[in-house]
């Protein structure tokens, strides 16, 4: 079964709007991490953010910022005010307690920032 | 700069052959990963060490090998080429400490023909 969903899988934007990534996903364990990555066209997945299973608070980093809601298994992602350079696939990714060395990826979401 | 590197950016090799895939980190990480990346089903663990010598299967292990002979490289075989290979592979390490998050390579997109 998929641990993590990111139900969509291209959002296209105009430079300057907010763009929200959604990511839904699935566990047992009470202790689990939760990651975003960035990946650009030149390939290489750039880690974003971490985010511990008992540390609800939302957190903001510049455009960037993420909202936690274990009520909802979800661990949404907006872009403020997006730029082309945006541009790139996401992928929210799962660790668990029960086998922390693991990630359990998403299928990613591909976000397009036309100019 | 930290880095993980991953020896090919590109490769084309035919069916039947026997493929190595080579992944080096210099983070001195104890454990190191191998990912296949396809449209639509996102990234998914073919193996992983947490080790040297030690190796375990992830989730789609069928047609792969490894070995991790040094801590510092990571080796993804693929005994005998299939086109259902064909992919982008990516190799990522990570320090012991819990969930410590990945630092992955650029990878290597692999065609066989």
């Known amino acids: 079964a998929q641990k993590v969903t990111q139900a969509q899988t291209e959002i296209s934007v105009v430079e300057k709007e907010d763009v929200t990534l959604d990511c839904v996903y699935e566990?047992?364990?009470?202790?689990?991490?939760l990651f975003w990555y960035k990946q650009p066209p030149s390939g290489e997945l750039v880690f974003l953010i971490r985010?511990?299973?008992?540390?609800?608070q939302n957190e903001i980093s510049g455009r960037y910022s993420w909202n936690f809601q274990k009520s909802t298994s979800s661990f949404n992602f907006t872009i403020t005010a997006s730029q082309v350079v945006d541009s790139a696939v996401y992928f929210c990714?799962?660790?668990?307690?029960?086998?922390?060395?693991?990630?359990?990826f998403g299928a990613g979401t591909t976000v397009t920032v036309r100019a | 700069d930290v880095k993980v590197t991953q020896s090919s950016r590109y490769l084309v090799k035919r069916t039947g052959e026997k493929v190595f895939l080579e992944c080096v980190q210099d983070?001195?990480?104890?454990?190191m990963f191998w990912y296949r990346q396809d449209p639509g089903l996102g990234l998914r663990l073919i193996y992983f060490s947490y080790d040297v010598k030690m190796k375990e299967k992830g989730d789609i292990p069928e047609g792969y090998s490894v070995s991790r002979e040094k801590k510092e490289r990571f080796s993804l075989i693929l005994e005998s080429a299939s086109t259902n290979q064909t992919s982008m592979y990516l190799c990522?390490?990570?320090?012991?400490?819990?969930?410590?998050?990945?630092?992955f390579g650029s990878g290597t997109r692999l065609t066989v023909v």
């Open positions: 983070m001195d990480h104890e454990n």
């Open positions: 566990t047992r364990d009470t202790t689990y991490y």
């Open positions: 985010r511990n299973s008992f540390d609800e």
């Open positions: 990714a799962l660790s668990e307690g029960s086998n922390d060395y693991k990630l359990s």
């Open positions: 990522a390490s990570s320090a012991a400490a819990r969930a410590h998050g990945y630092t």
